[in-house]
């Protein structure tokens, strides 16, 4: 009996922990990998794991004391996006909107930003992401940065074996929105920081700090389904040990 019971358990937590796993909330997705030697590709995108998210915005962060941005580009094709290698003139911000009609089947990899660096170590510190938006097809907000965190990852050289080929091959189907990469003036490529807040219009404004964030239908489902196979499982365990009383008797 002790030995039923115990594989019910285990049978138990490998469930629940299964079905968490497919329940990762929507969030904003940025991919740093060292291409060579102090140069850096950061790709931008987000993770929709209900296949609901057609917009939403982010702001890339980097130590500028480091870092230089050289070039940028989007994967123009999938739905409309805006780079803005200056945000609000910081110097150490780039803006990143994107809006579609429909849901975006794969979210990775929207936007490709290019960097260099002085010969100073880079590390994971040296980016982050702020007031990152995602939207539904009903302009709900899904997620922000205080309901998820952003999934960032970094791959240096020295961890080669662990990049992701197929994200650095993606990086090379993206159309360049620019082909110089003196940013002090506005060619036909750029995309000023006018043009920029035109297209953060089509999205709806964030709601306030009290209106609860929607999140993924997925995950809801996912956790859901845990639950119920779970109280299933200690339901039958009970009856198992009922019975196996009752034989004793």
Known sequence: MKKTVSVLLVAIMLCTFSFCAFAVDNTASVNIVETVSNEYTVYLGFIDNGNEVCGGSMNLVYNSDKLKLVDYSTDSERCMMLINPDYQNKGNTVRFVFASANALSNGENLATIKFS??????????????????????????????????????????????????????????????????????????????????????????TSAGTPVKHSSKSRKALIISLIVSLALVIIAAVIILIMRKKKR
Do not use: C, H, M, Q
Not at 161 to 166: G, M, P, R
């Open 117 to 206: 660096s002085s010969g100073d170590k880079v590390t994971l510190s040296d980016f982050s992401v702020s007031e990152y938006r995602l939207y539904d097809v009903n302009s709900s907000l899904i997620a922000n940065e205080k309901s998820v965190s952003p999934a960032i990852s970094f791959n240096a050289l020295s961890d080669k074996n662990s990049v992701d080929t197929s994200v650095v091959a993606d990086g090379k189907n993206t159309d360049s929105v620019r082909e110089s990469t003196d940013f002090s003036s506005n060619d036909s490529y750029f995309s000023p920081e006018s043009i920029a807040e035109d297209i953060n219009n089509v999205l709806p404004d964030e």
